[in-house]
């Protein structure tokens, strides 16, 4: 690992108490926190010339982070991508649909593979197929006063400026379908960092009984559904794969009853169409949102 710059691009020490690794990519020093006493954080203790003698690996079971070898035994113990307990609302494949052994051909091959005949056969069956359906997507961008001064802000990117875009979209068709409210429940499927959440919490300021339910298979940093301390919003982060989460069983829905209604911002096709398997299935409103189209599942 590269030692770290003590004064690159002008930049003449890190924070007090932050580890001192300048990361190139992003211009700036690393924020983690040191020990005391250390000049680096432990993900950048490498670049340390007191700390060269330990070696750091990846984490076997998450390579995005790296240990120390000598204490890979007590940080596999430790460590959030460890496998944990399964709660009550993880069912095997619930959401997967039926496995018809008789259906499964014996091997998966890519399109790109098929000959010119085989692929005018096989778009001829999907025509055939889709006969019938109504297949437009109509487009409905809309905008919501909640992310009035977060759009209009001049220090937006064009990342963050197209995010926002999307979220207030969102907003506005879930208000349009009366879906914005009191006394209910929002599950975020794909939530990420939990920013769309984020923003119906804004949007609906100090309304009664409103519940959060953020759903997402990974371990994600920065979270912004940590900082809502609001006393009428409750928001609890399930770490789960949409393919074995099982509604009905989630403690908080079983024990306050509320309408649910389903949000999504951050699904791709497949899990857009379990989701709204899911949502059919029980009954529940839901509203997706993929990219620059608004796709309505279903209202109450």
């Known amino acids: 690992m590269a030692a770290a710059a003590l004064t690159p691009h002008g930049t003449v020490f890190p924070e007090e108490g932050r580890c001192g690794y300048f990361v190139e990519k992003k211009k700036r020093f690393c924020r983690m926190v040191v020990a005391a006493g250390k000049r680096f954080c432990g993900e950048h203790a490498g670049a340390s010339e007191e700390e060269n003698a330990r070696k750091r690996i990846l984490c076997p079971l998450d390579p995005k982070h790296t240990v120390y070898e000598d204490r890979l035994a007590k940080h596999l113990k430790k460590c959030n991508s460890r496998e944990k307990p399964k709660p009550d609302f993880f069912i095997q494949d619930i959401n997967a649909g039926l496995k018809d052994e008789t259906e499964i051909p014996d091997q998966l091959v890519p399109i790109s593979s098929l000959s010119e005949e085989q692929l005018e056969n096989l778009i001829k069956k999907l025509r055939k197929a889709s006969e019938g359906l109504n297949c437009t997507l109509k487009d409905q961008i809309m905008s919501h006063p909640a992310l009035h001064d977060a759009l209009n802000d001049p220090k937006n990117g064009d990342s963050a400026a197209k995010h926002l875009k999307q979220q207030a979209s969102i907003l506005g068709n879930i208000e349009n379908l009366k879906l914005l409210g009191p006394r209910r429940c929002f599950v975020e499927f794909g939530a990420g960092k939990g920013k769309l959440s984020h923003w119906v919490d804004i ?17 994600t940093r920065f979270k912004v559904d940590g900082k809502h301390r609001k006393k009428n919003s409750v928001f609890e982060r399930l770490q789960i794969d949409i393919q074995h989460l099982c509604l009905n069983k989630i403690p908080l829905l079983s024990k306050e009853k509320l309408p649910i209604v389903g949000i999504g911002k951050h699904l791709c096709g497949v899990a857009t169409g379990v989701i709204g398997d899911i949502m059919w299935a029980k009954n529940i409103s839901g509203l997706w949102a993929l990219e620059q189209w608004i796709s309505t599942i279903s209202s109450e």
């Open 203 to 219: 949007a609906l300021k100090d309304a009664e009984k409103v519940h959060f339910i953020l759903v997402e298979k990974v371990t």
